[in-house]
């Protein structure tokens, strides 16, 4: 019998068969850039991975820091949990 926190398919990062109920959404581009289009087909350890090691650099850039102070979008965190 399954567990009852275990959801069918795969990591879109990693492949692994370990998605779970309580996996929250990845993001597809940062939350803090604005956008909201997200995916459930990551799991918790790459939604992690994906916003220490790709989304805070990103979003340190300088450009990007240039465009969120012109469009006033002033959300610091990226959402990952």
Known sequence: M????ERPGRCWYCVEARLR????HE???PEAMGDKLTTRHV???CN????????N???QDWLIA???ALTHRTTTGCGHG
């Open 43 to 45: 799991c918790r350890a």
């Open 66 to 68: 240039v465009d969120r």
């Open 27 to 29: 993001h597809i581009i």
């Open 57 to 59: 650099p990103v979003m």
């Open 48 to 55: 992690q991975r994906a916003g220490s090691q790709i989304d």
């Open 2 to 5: 399954a567990d009852v926190g």
């Open 21 to 24: 109920a309580d996996d929250p």
